[in-house]
């Protein structure tokens, strides 16, 4: 259990690093209206694309984090009360239903 835990930590620290860098890169890097533009040979579009897939590599590692921690979370984090726990994941929950089902605006 120990050995899946300090993989699960790693790939959660590399997939934080490549998310932050690419969002960084993919902000202060690709510059509109300058045409088609690409960084190591990948367009901001390929980026993009790497960017979705390694998130939800890193929301699966977040989650086998959680279920792997839970004991700890319950007893120590929420300090034994277990509301507090189900209060952080819930608002989690709401924070990114809300961020998926936000619909599209349409500016003119």
């Known amino acids: 259990m120990n050995i899946i835990r300090r993989i699960n930590d790693f790939v959660l620290y590399i997939c934080f690093c490549f998310l932050t860098g690419t969002g960084l890169m993919m902000k ?11 960084v ?8 993009e694309e790497c960017h979705m897939y390694v998130g939800i590599l890193m929301f699966i590692a977040m989650l086998l984090h959680l279920i792997l921690n839970r004991v700890w979370i319950l007893k120590v984090g929420s300090a034994n009360k277990k509301w507090v726990a189900i209060t952080a994941i819930a608002i989690g929950i709401i924070l990114i239903g809300v961020l998926i089902f936000t619909p599209t605006t349409i500016h003119k």
Request: proline share 0%; charged share 20%.
């Open 40 to 47: 190591l040979s990948l367009s901001k579009h390929d980026w």
């Open 28 to 38: 202060l890097s690709f510059v509109k209206g300058m045409g088609r533009q690409t």
